[in-house]
């Protein structure tokens, strides 16, 4: 059965984007391609899994919107279930900071209207 974890759009030990901050939704939707290509990188899915995967979810409050990466997963598929409370528990220990690549794919915006993410 389809069941789901939700995770922070940057890793736990860098400074995010607040929900107060001008252009918060792009910036925040940035925040989580990145960590998803982060995510990608060190937890792929296993080969026999019957499903998993993440996405940017977005979840309303008392003053708007906030995003959160929303695991999905096979609650009745070992290697899915795994798969995902691995990641939700950073099992490798490469959630808790940038990666390199990750850290250098990153091209800060010029001014507030301009964005722009490279992800491998």
């Not at 918060?24 to 792929?44: C, F, N, T, V």
């Not at 795994?82 to 091209?107: P, Q, R």
Request: charge should be negative; aromatic fraction near 12%.
């Amino acid at each position: 059965m389809k069941d789901y974890l939700y995770i922070d759009t940057t890793p736990c030990n860098e400074k995010c984007t607040q929900v107060n901050d001008p252009d918060y939704s792009a910036k925040a939707r940035a925040e989580g391609k990145r960590m998803i290509a982060q995510i990608d990188k060190h937890y792929p899915l296993p080969e026999n899994a019957s499903m998993g995967y993440t996405r940017i979810k977005s979840e309303s409050h008392d003053f708007g919107a906030y995003y959160q990466i929303q695991i999905i997963f096979d609650d009745e598929c070992e290697l899915s279930t795994n798969w995902a409370f691995s990641i939700e528990g950073d099992s490798l220990g490469v959630l808790e900071y940038w990666d390199e690549e990750t850290k250098l794919d990153y091209c800060p915006p010029t001014n507030p209207e301009e964005l722009r993410f490279a992800l491998v």
